[in-house]
């Protein structure tokens, strides 16, 4: 599975941002899309993941309300629609893919996007 993320930019405080991720390579039956956030000094973060068939979907919490995860078939597309950005959500944004059920551990995941920087201004 090859993954591409893009969207990322420098947004003030209170906008919107939506992260794409481009997934090819193998079937996309069983497969779990989600995306994680790293910033300078602390742990990759889980965010939201959903099944590509878009039967379950999972958000951590300070995101939930906010963030939005969602696919398009036709594209082979995974989208994190951000709204009200706050500057803490400044970090780099990763999309990740694994088979199986929706899990929120990074390492559970094996196949990773290069990561788009995204930066909210206060």
């Known amino acids: 599975v090859q993954l591409q993320a893009s969207g990322g930019g420098l947004v003030q405080a209170g906008g919107s941002l939506r992260l794409a991720c481009v997934v090819s390579g193998r079937t996309f039956s069983g497969l779990v899309m989600a995306w994680f956030r790293q910033s300078p000094g602390k742990e990759r973060e889980f965010l939201a993941a959903?099944?590509?068939?878009?039967?379950?979907?999972s958000y951590e919490d300070s995101v939930k309300g906010r963030f939005t995860i969602s696919r398009d078939n036709a594209e082979n597309t995974v989208y994190l629609q951000m709204n009200s950005l706050k500057p803490e959500d400044t970090a780099v944004y990763y999309c990740?893919?694994?088979?199986?059920?929706?899990?929120?551990?990074?390492?559970?995941?094996?196949?990773w996007g290069q990561g788009t920087q995204v930066t909210v201004s206060s």
């Open positions: 959903m099944t590509w068939s878009g039967g379950s979907t």
């Open positions: 990740a893919a694994r088979y199986g059920r929706v899990l929120t551990t990074r390492t559970y995941y094996p196949y």
